[in-house]
Every structure is written in structure tokens, then in C-alpha cells.
């Protein structure tokens, strides 16, 4: 009998992502999502194709699936109560909307079986799990709440897989494909897992997560933010564009080299790996069948400047290791300069910084005091941008 496993979100991660893995250590998996017509095609064919884009193109097609749409709450809960493990790909805000169905299925699991089960939890937030755990407590009769926290895994991962928006164009060949770059590891934390920890391929089960944590956000996530606000600036469309551009990649290629020094610092990372792991990133830039825009990397610059978030976040980690971060600064006052029309966010800082100047997004949207030594030197390296000739 096929071990099964249920996915929450069927899109370009969970399909593109988790699905794979599920299928490859041999899954049926239940994809429980709210596209009708996704649904609909992943019941009738069971199975999907998957595109690996890189210097080759590889077709493959995921079997053993099925779905339910989210709004079933019995068929919701049966999946969760036989499953033997399971994975959310649905988008921060949307996990909250998933705790009520995650607690009915538990709670029919619990009366069902002693097992534990192990969920893992695909968000871009660090602290995802405990936060998921506390949503799902607010739904689960009291007499759950020790077996929810003896038996159930939240387990925290780092998504690095690049999965870039599905066009028109190929959601019309098929409404199933899903396109995918090659790199296809998935770092967990082992201190999430309840019980024996399940087989799956590609996971990567790590005792210093959070180390792993930062690498994304402050190598890859950075890396990725200053090609696209700096290709922003220089009129390119696509991300592979920017990053052959040699003007951009030079100032990626410095900024990296300040986020692998303080994370190297910081958590004893060999300094070495991470620059290898952030040329190997600069090369998956490269990658032109993935068709990934500068605007959509760019977009959202409120979150994206936030203190604990790639740019700002990065500068203050590499300041507290005593690096200054002149690229990373030069890099977050290019994201000051993100005025893309069908973006509200960045439409948001340019009106912040209209009616109150610098100071107003550093305080607004960076969270940090104007006087603060990384306001100060994203101060000078705006003067450099505009010396520079970015801004022409």
C-alpha cells in the first residue's frame, strides 16, 4: 500500500516543488487547494507534467495525485487523518485560513491512530512553524492540545528552488505544467520533526537551520533583490539580463562577498562554501528558460526593505559582525528608487518618501533610526547611485 502524503497548495510549489519530492520516495499525494480547474485536471489525469529548465530541457510527469478542494472540510480532514506525512506551499497570509481544516483532520487523526505526522512548512517566515502550531491550537478541543504538541511535526524549511511565474502562453498549452529550474534541495530543521523522521528525497535535515535560514535570505534572497532593483534602474526586463550586465553584476558580486563574510562570522559557515554557493546562484540567474522579470523579484519593496528582510537585513548582520555593508547599502538605496507603476508597495514609498523625506521610509518602512550608522551609509551610497548615473 502507497505511503500517502498531503500537500496544501498546488501551485508553483507544491507542484513544482514538493510534489516531485513526494512522488520520487514514493507518495500518493492529496493536493488540497481552491483552483477549480487545477483540481479538476489533477483528479481526471492523476498525475501532471513537470519542466526542468536549464542547459537541457527535461520533461517528467508526477503520478499518484489527487485533490480536494479546500473548501471540503470532511474530504480536507480524511486526507490529514491517513496521511503519512505532509507539507504546505499556500502563502504566509493564507496560513491562518488553513489551521481550522488542519485541526479537524488532526483531531479525527488522533481518534484514529497514534502515529505521529510530520508537516513541512514551505512559507517564506521564519518562525512558521510555532506560528502554524498556535493557529491550529485555537481550533482543537482542549483534550487535542498535548497530543498536537507530542505527535505533530511543524517543521521549518528554506525553499531555494526557483519556480517563475507561469505565462499565458504555457498555462494555455497545458493548465497542469509547471516549469522548474534543476536545483532542487530542501533544507528542514530536525528540531521540528515528531517521531521518526520520514524519508524524502532531497531533503536535507539540518541541526543549525537557522544558519541555513540566513544564507537564504542574506545570500540568495540579497543576491537576487540587487540585480533586481539595480536592473531595475538600468531599463532591464529580465533578471538573466541584469545579471550579465557586467556594471550589476560586479556590485552583486561585492555585495555577496560582504553577506558571506558576516555569515561566516557569525555562525562559523566555511567562507569558502558560501561563495561557492553564491557564484552557483549567479549562474541560476543565468538561466533564461525561467523567463524570470525584474519586476516581479523587485516587487513588494515594503516587506523587502524591512529590518529583518534581505537588504536592511543583511546590512545590520554584516554591521554587527563588523563588516560594512557598502554594496548592500548601495543596493537598498537603488530599492528606494522602485517606482514601478503597477506596484502599490513601491507606489507606497515613493509617497512616504515624498511627504517625509528619507528619514520617513527609514523610520516607515526600513525600521531604523535615520541617525543609525546603516541609514547613514545608505545616505552615501544614494549620493554614489546619483554620482554614479543610475538615476539618469
Known amino acids: 500500500m502507497a505511503k500517502k502524503a498531503v500537500q496544501f497548495g498546488a501551485g508553483n510549489i507544491g507542484r513544482g516543488f514538493l510534489g516531485q519530492l513526494f512522488y520520487e520516495s514514493g507518495y500518493a499525494t492529496t493536493f488540497i487547494d481552491v483552483v477549480q480547474e487545477v483540481i479538476d485536471g489533477l483528479n481526471a489525469r492523476g498525475e501532471y507534467p513537470l519542466r526542468i529548465v536549464g542547459d537541457t530541457v527535461e520533461e517528467e510527469v508526477i503520478k499518484n495525485v489527487s485533490a480536494v478542494h479546500a473548501t471540503d472540510q470532511d474530504a480536507v480532514a480524511q486526507a490529514i487523518a491517513e496521511a503519512d506525512f505532509g507539507a504546505t506551499a499556500v502563502g504566509v497570509t493564507v496560513l491562518p485560513r488553513i489551521a481550522p481544516a488542519l485541526a479537524a483532520g488532526l483531531a479525527r487523526r488522533f481518534e484514529l491512530s497514534n502515529a505521529p505526522l510530520n508537516f513541512v512548512i514551505c512559507e517564506n517566515m521564519i518562525g512558521a512553524g510555532p506560528f502554524l502550531r498556535e493557529e491550529v491550537r485555537k481550533y482543537l478541543p482542549d483534550e487535542h492540545h498535548d497530543a498536537l504538541d507530542a505527535k505533530v511535526g511543524f517543521v521549518e524549511a528554506s525553499i531555494g528552488r526557483m519556480v517563475p511565474v507561469m505565462t499565458d502562453e504555457l498555462k494555455t498549452e497545458d493548465p497542469l505544467l509547471v516549469c522548474v529550474e534543476p536545483y532542487c534541495e530542501l533544507p528542514v530543521d530536525r528540531a521540528g520533526f515528531k517521531g521518526p523522521i520520514p524519508e524524502l528525497a532531497h531533503m536535507k535535515v539540518l541541526d543549525n537551520f537557522e544558519a541555513y535560514v540566513e544564507r537564504k535570505l542574506f545570500v540568495h534572497n540579497m543576491s537576487h533583490a540587487t540585480g533586481a532593483y539595480l536592473g531595475y534602474l538600468r531599463g532591464h526586463e529580465y533578471i538573466w539580463q541584469a545579471v550579465q550586465d557586467p556594471v550589476i553584476r560586479k556590485k552583486i558580486e561585492a555585495a555577496l562577498d560582504e553577506t558571506c563574510r558576516g555569515l561566516a562570522k557569525r555562525h562559523g559557515m566555511d567562507l569558502d562554501e558560501l561563495r561557492a ?14 523567463g524570470d522579470q525584474v519586476a516581479r523579484i523587485a516587487k513588494d519593496p515594503i516587506r523587502k526593505l524591512g529590518p529583518n528582510d534581505r537588504l536592511v537585513g543583511s546590512g545590520l548582520m554584516c554591521l554587527e559582525q563588523g563588516i560594512e555593508p557598502v554594496n548592500v547599502a548601495f543596493a537598498t ?19 512616504i518618501r515624498a511627504n517625509h523625506g528619507l528619514e520617513g521610509v527609514f523610520r516607515e518602512v526600513c525600521g531604523i533610526e535615520p541617525g543609525s550608522p546603516l541609514a547613514q551609509l545608505i545616505v552615501r551610497e544614494e549620493k554614489q547611485l546619483r554620482q554614479e548615473g543610475w538615476l539618469d
Open 333 to 351: 538605496a537603488a530599492a528606494f528608487h522602485f517606482d514601478h507603476s503597477d506596484d502599490e508597495a513601491a507606489q507606497q514609498v515613493q509617497e
Open 277 to 290: 554557493h553564491g557564484s552557483d546562484l549567479l549562474h541560476r540567474y543565468e538561466n533564461k528558460a525561467l
